[in-house]
């Protein structure tokens, strides 16, 4: 499974981006599908996921501003985030995996290269 992750960009505190992550090599539609992100210094955080049946899980700082979605027409999943703020600049990284339960990032099997997202205040 190969994943690509597009949609990053520098924003206004404020603003709102959306982010995708396409996938191929392999249906994702039995997959979870998460985004995690990392800031400099810092470790790779969990900041949202998507179960095959559409269950849905966000840490807090994100909820209310951050929705997660997918598309498996589309081999796709999305992340539109709203009212975002300095805090969540980072390398946002999209993820899937086709076992498992917890969302650690070291139970993913397959990761996209990153995506920049920059928050200016």
């Known amino acids: 499974v190969q994943l690509q992750a597009s949609g990053g960009g520098l924003v206004q505190a404020g603003g709102s981006l959306r982010l995708s992550c396409a996938a191929s090599?392999?249906?994702?539609?039995?997959?979870?599908l998460a985004w995690f992100r990392q800031a400099p210094g810092k470790e790779r955080e969990f900041v949202a996921a998507i179960d095959w049946s559409a269950g849905i899980s966000y840490r807090d700082s994100v909820k209310g501003r951050f929705t997660i979605s997918r598309d498996n027409t589309k081999n796709t999943v999305y992340l539109q985030m709203n009212s975002l703020r300095p805090e969540d600049t980072a390398v946002y990284y999209c993820?899937?995996?086709?076992?498992?339960?917890?969302?650690?990032?070291?139970?993913?099997?397959?990761w996209g290269q990153g995506t920049q997202v920059t928050v200016s205040s």
């Open positions: 993820a899937a995996r086709f076992s498992g339960e917890t969302y650690l990032a070291g139970n993913f099997d397959y």
């Open positions: 090599g392999r249906t994702l539609r039995a997959s979870t």
